[in-house]
């Protein structure tokens, strides 16, 4: 395959995408360099004085941990400063990220979770950083509000990810197809590896914590069961693969088919709504996987059509395959 970088490959189909603009471009070029600089930490994580816990908890509540922080300062630097985002948050940060005076500032709006995964960090297990676009609504003369950002998820006008992994890729949509890019450290460059993904329409993997099968409802075990019954209707046996890292276990099904679930439950750590976040999780990748083929719904409802009320509000995601998340409504349906 000749080699083509990101941007290459986005001019290209410039004819097609509404997004080949300029500005879309710089803050595209903002999310590739800010990948290779975090790629850069977290392939060395061991050897310097990055990993652990900062000892802070963030707005989710959680440990922060060391390479949570770099990242989001990296991405939150390097974007604020490339006058095409009018507003920025993330999964760190409890409230909207402004634009300093002394930017110029865009009408594009960056959500993001600088580091997916980052309990698996001091494992070396595969973690990522994912994103969603989004344009603001209002009128470009006023700083951004948050109705600008709480929009619905068929609203983005582009979303990806970039996983650091065995290898590390860009995968990303701007409603034109999935393309995915691997960095090639020789050259420094995300380079096109595989155009116009496609997931299958059914998989043979289920992704689950069944850990917590006793805080799930009776329906909710039920579809989970489905995937573990030799004789189910599909007379496929599936495999349960969970890496504890939603990229990692949404990428790997992306490309061989399959169907990741993280349903409500009523652990101690009372997630009634999931655990994974609408706006910086479940939105973006939802975009990806439909564009690609699949599907995502909250169990009953297409996850692009909720409208969302609060920056880190929660949402349960089943996600993948289409026929494999259409049967886990079926199923939740028949309760
Ligand atoms: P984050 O590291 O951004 O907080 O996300 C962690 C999420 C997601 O990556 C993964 O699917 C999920 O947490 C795993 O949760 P459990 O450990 O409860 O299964
Ligand atoms: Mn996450
Ligand atoms: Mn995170």
Not at 115 to 122: P, V
Not at 146 to 165: F, N, P, R
Not at 177 to 194: A, K, N
Not at 262 to 289: I, Q
């Amino acid at each position: 395959m000749p080699q083509i970088t990101v941007i290459e490959h986005l001019l290209f189909h410039q004819k097609e995408s509404p997004m080949a603009t300029g500005r879309f471009t710089r803050l595209l070029s903002e999310m590739i360099l800010s990948g290779k600089i975090i790629n850069q930490e977290v392939n060395k994580a061991g050897l310097v004085e990055i990993l652990g816990l900062t000892g802070e908890t963030n707005i989710q509540g959680e440990k922060v941990r060391k390479l949570d922080e770099f990242a989001n300062q990296v991405l939150v630097h390097r974007l604020q400063r490339a006058g095409v985002l009018c507003a920025l948050a993330s999964e760190e940060n409890a409230d909207l990220i402004h634009i300093p005076a002394d930017c110029p500032q865009g009408d594009y709006i960056l959500i993001f979770d600088p580091l997916d995964g980052s309990s698996n960090i001091d494992a070396n297990v595969s973690i990522g950083t994912i994103f969603s676009i989004f344009r603001r609504t209002s009128a470009c003369e006023e700083p951004a509000t948050m109705a600008d950002v709480l929009q619905k998820g068929a609203q983005q006008v582009a979303a990806g990810y970039i996983i650091y992994g065995s290898s590390t890729m860009l995968v990303y949509t701007t409603g034109k197809g999935v393309h995915g890019f691997t960095l090639d450290p020789s050259v420094g460059e995300f380079l096109l590896s595989h155009p116009d993904i496609q997931i299958p329409e059914r998989g043979k993997i289920y992704s689950a914590n069944e850990g917590y099968r006793h805080y799930w409802d009776q329906p909710t075990r039920k579809a989970i069961d489905y995937f573990k019954d030799p004789d189910n209707d599909s007379k496929r046996v599936y495999r349960s693969r969970y890496i504890g890292s939603l990229v990692a276990d949404f990428h790997r099904n992306l490309l061989y088919g399959g169907v990741f679930l993280y349903p409500a439950d009523t652990k101690d750590s009372n997630h009634p709504h999931g655990k994974l976040r609408l706006m910086c999780e479940a939105n973006p990748l939802a975009m990806v996987v439909e564009q690609a083929g699949g599907m995502a719904t909250d169990g009953i409802n297409r996850i692009l059509d909720i409208q969302p009320t609060e920056l880190h509000q929660r949402v349960p995601l089943v996600i993948g395959s289409k026929l494999d998340v259409l049967k886990v409504r079926e199923l939740l349906q028949a309760g």
